[in-house]
């Protein structure tokens, strides 16, 4: 049996994260659990991006003694992922401090932060 390695367990992880945060965001009433479900989407989604860039046996793209400009190409990861991931992780942390102040102000002016109390803008 071979052994299980890191990116499927990344994988994995992220996906259970993924399900979890979009099962919190559809069946929470509740308006600060509906946004630690998207931030828990938000994270399982970094993590499967992540394992899905992740290649094995590379190394930093960083070329100096043990990586020359011979063999770079071979053995160097692509850190496009790792940068696409770093900046959804800063946009996606705006996001949910703008969510938490909607929420603060949301609760300033009804006193509730359950779902159903919030008719206005519903058919």
């Given at each position: 049996m071979d052994q299980i390695g890191l990116e499927n367990i990344a994988l994995f992880s992220g996906l259970i994260l993924a399900i979890v945060g979009l099962w919190g965001l559809l069946t929470q009433k509740n308006i600060i659990k509906m946004i630690v479900g998207f931030a828990l989407l938000d994270t399982g989604i970094h993590l499967i991006m992540i394992a899905v860039g992740y290649v094995k046996n590379s190394t930093a793209p960083?070329?100096?003694?043990?990586?020359?400009?011979?063999?770079?190409a071979d053995v160097i990861a692509d850190p496009i992922p790792q940068a696409l991931v770093l900046t959804a992780i800063v946009i996606g942390l705006g996001i949910t401090a703008l969510m938490l102040a909607y929420a603060l102000k949301m609760h300033e002016k009804k006193k509730s932060l359950d779902i159903n109390h919030y008719k206005d803008l519903k058919w």
């Open positions: 960083i070329i100096g003694e043990t990586v020359t400009k011979a063999n770079a």
